[in-house]
């Protein structure tokens, strides 16, 4: 059972490289009858042969990560119940149990029935896959494993008035294709529907509330441009940290920060202070802080999580 599972995890990350492949076509011009389901059998090993025999046969100049892409991930992954993707926080819906913080809404932009739609559920597991790594440090990608709720059934479509919408909780839909990579995911919060009551929430997008885009200048002397990495394809520049839960043995990472000018920090300060006192739900439950991309820092990295309280 733990193979099959780690073969449909395997199979979503080849997923976002397979277009770009000649197996498809091959399949189509040797009349197979199922293309589609022959690829998600086959493409996994097709793509391990081919991406080998491109780099030690045909001698062609096929980079490490591909190749380590090809070879599948070591079989031992790491679990988490906890995230945090270019500073936005994201909790399994076991963690935040008792918890007044709700971090566990995701959101993901998809197809279905060939109409562009957004897929909305919750967040069980976070899974990390190592790769083989060389001196240049691991080689790693995160999956979320999701619940998707049912937006398209005759009980449970979606309610739009053109303000709102507002989803059913009660009902679930592709359970045999919970995946999606980390930085894909689009965080959300469930509130309770007070029209519709029950198992209906209305969707309430997550919005960055600490986090700047500064303009990127040429001169080294000014400030390096803060630039949010948000909604990428893939994990080149996207900062991820993971928490495994209440671990005594895990340890801080050092990150290099930015140097940003005095009269910067204090517009920032006063713009914070600002938001604080407008918001409702009062800065003790806002979980996101302050967090800055850099394109020097890691992929990876585990989180400390000494304190598992309601405050993070």
Known sequence: MELIFLEHQVLHILNMIMKKWIYKKELENEGCPNVQKTLEKQFSRWFKKH????????????????????CEPDLRVQIYSACLVNGVRFHTVDR????????????????HDNQEIDFYGSLKETIELRYNADSSGDRTVVLFRCDWFDTHGKKFRMKEDGFFKSINHG?????????ILATQATKVFYLLDTKYHEKWRVVQKFSHRHLWSVAENDNEDKPNAVVLSYQ??????????????????????????????????????IQREAEG????????????????????????????????????
């Open 96 to 111: 935040e149990k008792n918890r007044r913080t709700q971090n566990s809404g995701i959101m993901v932009e998809g197809t």
């Open 232 to 269: 990428d394809d893939d994990c080149k520049g996207v900062h991820v940290q993971l928490t495994k839960g209440c671990l005594e043995n895990d340890q801080p990472v050092s990150e290099g920060g930015f140097r940003v000018d005095a009269s910067v920090v204090d517009d920032l300060r």
């Open 171 to 179: 009902s679930l839909l592709y359970k045999d294709d919970p995946f």
């Open 277 to 312: 006192q407008q918001d409702e739900l009062g800065d003790s439950e806002d979980e996101t802080g302050w967090q800055y991309v850099s394109d020097n820092e890691g992929p990876t990295f585990p989180l400390e999580d000494d304190d598992d309280s309601d405050y993070e």
């Open 51 to 70: 991406i080998t025999k491109l780099r030690y046969v045909d001698r062609q100049d096929i980079n490490d990560e591909l190749f380590a892409l090809s």
